[in-house]
Nanobody
Framework: QVQLVESGGGLVRAGDSLRLSCTAS????????MGWYRQAPGKDREFVAG????????QYTDSVKGRFTVSRDNAKNTTYLQMSSLKPEDTATYLC???????????????WGQGTQVTVSS
């Protein structure tokens, strides 16, 4: 059974940090690019960060550059999103996604997790 399971969300204050994790099963994790998206109520789903099969291939949306770091541990089939200096506008459900490509490429994510809620209070 193919599965992506996110964890690590929670309620924090502005300026705090959180680390999200996404563990994959039932798929060949190590050659897939992995992505993090987020969706706030009433808004479209937004790409946050992506990491290619080679961890030096990383991309971020402008609003999180310098604050968020994406990483992966292929031995654990897990990708991480380290979030620092959190802002209220970061509040959203964060979803992990697995791509059908090795490199971070738009619109190639085919497998999705259920999401984990991140709420940042001011």
């Amino acid at each position: 059974q193919v599965q992506l399971v996110e964890s690590g969300g929670g309620l924090v204050r502005a300026g705090d940090s959180l680390r999200l994790s996404c563990t994959a099963s039932g798929m060949t994790f190590h050659w897939r690019a992995m992505g993090w998206y987020r969706q706030a109520p009433g808004k479209d789903r937004e790409f946050v960060a992506g990491i290619g099969w080679r961890a030096n291939d990383k991309q971020y949306t402008d609003s999180v550059k310098g604050r968020f770091t994406v990483s992966r541990d292929n031995a654990k089939n897990t990708t991480y999103l380290q979030m620092s200096s959190l802002k209220p506008e970061d509040t959203a459900t964060y979803l992990c996604a697995a791509a059908c490509r090795q490199y971070v490429t738009p619109n190639t994510y085919e497998l999705w997790g259920q999401g984990t809620q991140v709420t940042v209070s001011s």
